[in-house]
């Protein structure tokens, strides 16, 4: 994540896009390797539910143009420097 990333909250996001942005994220890496495969909607639900409890959030790069969902955790520690 760039340091420039703008954080965009969730909840101001129409259903349907954030829809489409959270299995864009989830279907970006292409194949699932588990044992067992997990559907697509258990995962949206996942991430939903990340989103919700403030765990994960999403942030625009603009040098990319891209979305990502990051850990919030993660975005602390690179903004704390």
């Known amino acids: 994540m760039a ?13 349907e896009t954030l829809r489409a942005l959270v299995e864009e994220f989830i279907t970006r890496e292409g194949t699932d390797y588990g044992e067992v495969e997990t559907p697509l909607e258990k995962k949206v639900e996942a991430i939903m539910k990340q989103l919700r409890a403030g765990k994960v959030a999403i942030f625009f790069d603009p040098s990319t143009e891209t979305c990502n969902i990051v850990p919030v955790e993660e975005w602390k520690k690179k903004t704390v420097r």
């Open 3 to 15: 340091d420039d990333s703008i954080p965009i909250p969730h909840a101001q996001l129409h259903p």
